[in-house]
């Protein structure tokens, strides 16, 4: 019905997160349709962003600046640390204006079914971080699902022997939530009511 060129960018497409078979094929219509005014214009943004965006060396965000512009900010409290999952949870953070400290991005969680351990979410460098002299509080941010509280726990049993605050953002994130989804609202009020962990 259509030639490789477009099937490639409707599978590309049906790839990302909310876009199904059917989603990606009524986006890649209209990209097509519009080449000129859209699919030019992400082309080169897209080869522009592949080739420029790095992750920081430091906390694991996405940026073209290596360390990125949170690690760089000396506006920023270099006092707390903020573990996030992902960069989508960083965002989230940030977009509330809420936390000025620094993250730490994991990359993932911890999970013995998809062979997800420690050593491949950097927590050593995380307790390395926090051992820090100048910090004084880990905020646990990871979700509120099984594998993000057993994250959450093995990071903070890790912690114990920097002796600083470690807490963990307040009941008023749901149960099974991610950050990415939730309002600004619900992460304000959920960082402002974090408790010791």
């Given at each position: 019905m259509v030639g490789p060129e477009i099937e490639r960018l409707i599978q590309l497409l049906s790839r990302l997160p909310g876009l199904g078979p059917r989603s990606a094929r009524r986006a890649a219509l209209r990209l097509v349709e519009r080449r000129e005014t859209l699919l030019i214009p992400l082309?080169?943004?897209?080869?522009?962003?592949?080739?420029?965006?790095?992750?920081?060396?430091?906390?694991g965000n996405f940026d073209t600046i290596d360390p990125c512009a949170i690690c760089s900010d000396p506006r920023r409290d270099t006092?707390?640390?903020?573990?996030?999952?992902?960069?989508?949870?960083?965002?989230?953070?940030?977009?509330?204006?809420c936390f000025r400290g620094r993250y730490a991005v994991l990359g993932g969680l911890l999970s013995a079914l998809d062979g997800i351990g420690p050593e491949d979410l950097g927590i050593g460098a995380l307790v390395?971080?926090?051992?820090?002299?100048?910090?004084?509080?880990?905020?646990?941010?990871?979700?509120?699902?099984?594998?993000?509280?057993?994250?959450?726990?093995?990071i903070a049993d890790h912690l114990a022997p920097c002796q600083i605050?470690?807490?963990?953002l307040a009941h008023g994130v749901p149960v099974g939530g991610e950050l990415d989804h939730l309002d600004d609202g619900t992460i304000t009020a959920a960082l402002r009511a974090r408790r010791a962990f």
């Open positions: 082309g080169q943004a897209m080869a522009e962003a592949a080739a420029k965006v790095k992750t920081c060396s430091v906390c006092s707390q640390i903020c573990v996030v999952e992902d960069v989508a949870g960083l965002w989230a953070m940030e977009r509330t204006g390395e971080r926090a051992s820090d002299p100048v910090v004084r509080e880990v905020i646990l941010a990871t979700p509120a699902t099984v594998e993000g509280q057993t994250t959450a726990h093995y605050t470690v807490s963990g």
